[in-house]
C-alpha cells in the first residue's frame, strides 16, 4: 500500500497532479487546499491509496489531518471518494471540525454532491471529530478516534465507548485494552 509520495510534478490541475519518480509518473488525486499548498516544481504528499475493480486510485494531502479528514469521511456509508475529496477541497480540517461540532447542516450542504440526508448523517457520524494544531494532540486524538472506531466494529455503542475512554491516553492498542475492560464492568 501507498502511504506517502514525494517527487517531480511533471502535469498539474486543481485536483490533480501526475508526479515522476524514478522513471514513472503516478496520478494523485489531490484537494484544492492540498493543490494551492504546493509551490514549486516538487510535491510531498501524505497518500490514501483506494484499489477497485477497475482501478488504482492515489489522493494525496499536503497535511495529516486533511488525510486523517478523508479517511473519516471514506468510512461514512454513502461517501465516496469524490464527496470526500469535495468536502477536503471546501473547508480545512479545522473548520470541517468546527462545522461537526455545531452540527451546522448548512454550511456542509454547500458541498457539491451532499444534499440534506447526507449531511445530517456525516455529522451524526462524525460528533466525535476533532482536530488540533498540537502534533502530539493530533496523535492522541487519532488514537482515541481509531480506538473508538475498533470497538464500534466489536459491537459496542458509541456512547459506552466515549464514557470509557473519557480522559485515557495511549496507543490504540492501549485504548482499546482499556475500553474493554471498562465496558465488561457496564
Known sequence: MIVGIEGEIVYKEPTLLHIFI?????????SINSSSAIDGS??????????REDANLLYGFATKSEKKMFDTLLKINGVGPKVAL???????????????SAKDVAMLKRVPGI??????RILVELADFIVTGDEQKEEGSGAILEATMAL???????????????????????????GLKKMQRL
Do not use: H, M, W
Not at 156 to 178: P, Y
Open 22 to 30: 524514478n522513471g514513472l509518473t503516478y496520478e494523485v488525486n489531490v
Open 115 to 120: 444534499g440534506p440526508k447526507a449531511a445530517s
Open 86 to 100: 469535495a468536502v477536503c477541497s471546501t473547508f480545512t480540517p479545522e473548520a470541517f471540525a468546527k462545522i461537526v
Open 42 to 51: 516538487r510535491a510531498k504528499l501524505f497518500v490514501t491509496q483506494i484499489i
Open 152 to 178: 464500534e466494529s466489536l459491537g459496542f455503542k458509541k456512547d459506552a465507548i466515549k464514557k470509557a475512554l473519557a480522559g485515557e491516553s495511549g496507543s490504540v492498542e492501549e485504548l482499546v485494552k482499556i
